[in-house]
Every structure is written in C-alpha cells, then in structure tokens.
C-alpha cells in the first residue's frame, strides 16, 4: 500500500519561511513526485517537482521563492518556501506517480497517490 505523509506547514506572517515534508512508503523505489496546492474554490495547481535527475521544475508564481529537494535514503521530499506572501495561502499536497523515471509533470492527472494534504496560512 503506497502512502504519502506529509508534515510541516501551518501558520507564518509575510515574508516568513516555512517546510513542508512528504515521506513516502509502499514503493521499491523513490518516484516522481511534486507539490501541488489549492485554495477554495480553484483548480489544484502544480507548483514543483523534480526530475529523474534532480532538476527542478517550479510554477511562475513560486519562482525564486521555493525549492523542492528530496532525500531517497529517507524516501521524503520536501518543500521549503521562503518570502511567503498572503496569496501562498492554500492546502499543499504531495503526490506521487507510479514511476521512476520522472518528466517533470505537475498535472494533477498524471499522479496517482496523494498526501493527506497540510494547510498553509500566510497573513499580512
């Protein structure tokens, strides 16, 4: 059974930090994985994910502002969003696919798991 636990997020005024964390267990394998976010109301939006290589693929609206990074001897990948802004206010979610080898997608139609999700609130 493939999970995704996620942890870190929750509440940090503008301009904070914050990491989010996704562990993953029930594959042989590290898989393609991205972050992915939605507010009330929108369509879920992929905001970075990673390459089989390690390069990094980010949305124009978290740009410069979030790295993705992942640990395959943990089997967690992680978010860490800096100068966070009101507008960064959403759930975020992990999700993974199952495969390896990873395009750098960050539809949601192309993930198959997903973590539980974890809010992230951003105040002025």
């Known amino acids: 059974q493939v999970r995704l636990v996620q942890s870190g997020g929750g509440s940090v005024q503008a301009g904070g930090s914050l990491t989010l964390s996704c562990a993953a267990s029930?594959?042989?394998?590290?898989?393609?994985m991205a972050w992915f976010r939605q507010t009330p109301g929108k369509e879920r939006e992929g905001i970075a994910t990673?390459?089989?290589?390690?390069?990094?693929r980010y949305a124009d609206s978290v740009q410069g502002r979030v790295t993705i990074s992942k640990d395959a001897a943990k089997s967690t990948l992680y978010l860490q969003m800096n100068s966070l802004e009101p507008e960064d206010t959403a759930m975020y979610y992990c999700?993974?696919?199952?495969?390896?080898?990873?395009?750098?997608?960050?539809?949601?139609?192309?993930?198959?798991?997903w973590g539980q999700g974890t809010q992230v609130t951003v105040s002025s």
């Open positions: 029930g594959l042989p394998y590290f898989p393609c």
């Open positions: 990673l390459s089989t290589k390690g390069t990094a």
């Open positions: 999700a993974a696919r199952r495969t390896s080898i990873c395009m750098m997608t960050i539809l949601t139609s192309d993930y198959d798991y």
